[in-house]
């Protein structure tokens, strides 16, 4: 199954909570003050946020309808709203290879999919040509050191690994240490998930990265937040606190295909300057795959942006 199709079946549920709020004002003769309520609640449901749902919402007042509201109609300023608010925090995860390695720190809370995203991620550095490496620094849950192994044989990858309860800090550093003798192109170091309210497991986070600048001064070079999609908009207290920790380079965005809330995409976007890398919609590396903003409006809403009249 090609991407595009995978995206559109996992965005499903986000796409049916978006659309059917405002497919009651389909065929009305004018956008009246009922109409804008349903549609304000039917963005907030459909985890927007309040900003985005405010520009939708005044697009929407201003566009000038030729005969009753159409389903096309409607579906195009919502595409085109939503394309303006994505395209600016479309951004690959890009490697430079002067680095060897170029250091990728994956974080975020429990349950995220940082170990699963550090697996698929070298799965696809491997797939353009560069040669990488996975450490194991989430020290505290031995299912990930065995997880993480795991993708390790799946995708012929050396995985650095210690024992659990370890210092995660100091794993990192030798994880450095063994990639830059190997020239390794790509260094992913996969740490533990934190809960963003507890200081000091997030102080730890700050730890890892000092440790990893005494060995390496510029890394990480990225740092990159990994979020759960079905946790709607608690993803952006997530990404405050671990921007004040970690400061963050972009982020991930995994399990859209187990929710509703996929719109919260837009809230993050909004919210944030903070380039989106990559989305997941699945279990398999292939359902991993680079954010492109036109791609995802038209998985989640069906229409395409058009210049308005």
């Known amino acids: 199954m090609k991407w595009l199709s995978r995206l559109t079946a996992g965005l499903k549920s986000s796409s049916t909570k978006l659309t059917s709020g405002i497919s009651a004002l389909f065929g009305k003769e004018k956008i009246d003050a009922s109409s804008i309520e349903d549609i304000e609640d039917a963005l907030i449901s459909a985890d927007l946020g309040m900003p985005a749902t405010l520009a939708i919402i005044d697009a929407i007042k201003s566009h000038r309808w ?18 303006a608010i994505l395209t600016p925090v479309e951004g690959p995860l890009n490697v430079d290879r002067a680095h060897q390695p170029h250091v990728v720190l994956l974080v975020g809370v429990n349950g995220s999919g940082k170990t699963t995203t550090a697996g698929k991620l070298a799965a696809k550095f491997q797939r353009d040509g560069q040669s990488v ?99 709607g908009q608690n993803a952006l207290a997530q990404v405050k606190a671990f921007e004040a920790h970690a400061g963050l380079t972009g982020m991930i965005i995994t399990k859209l295909d187990g929710t509703a809330k996929g719109g919260v995409l837009v809230a993050l976007a909004r919210e944030f300057s903070l380039p989106v890398h990559l989305i997941g919609v699945g279990e398999t590396a292939e359902d991993l795959d680079v954010f492109r903003a036109q791609e995802f409006v038209s998985a989640l809403v069906g229409g395409t942006p058009q210049d308005q009249a």
């Not at 509201?69 to 300023?77: K, M, T």
């Open 66 to 83: 030729d005969g009753p509201v159409s389903e096309d109609g409607l579906r195009s300023v919502l595409a085109e709203q939503l394309t």
């Open 133 to 231: 490496m996975l450490a194991a620094a989430d020290t505290f849950r031995a299912a990930a050191i065995e997880q993480l192994a795991g993708w390790g044989v799946r995708t012929d990858t050396p995985v650095i690994s210690g024992a659990r309860g370890g210092d995660a800090a100091a794993l990192a550093f030798q994880a450095i240490e063994q990639a830059q003798r190997q020239k390794i192109d790509v260094l992913i170091i996969d740490t533990a998930g934190r809960l963003q309210n507890r200081l000091e497991l997030m102080d730890e986070l700050s730890k890892i990265i000092r440790v990893i600048k005494k060995q390496m001064p510029d890394a990480p070079h990225d740092t990159v937040i990994v979020l759960d999609g079905t946790v």
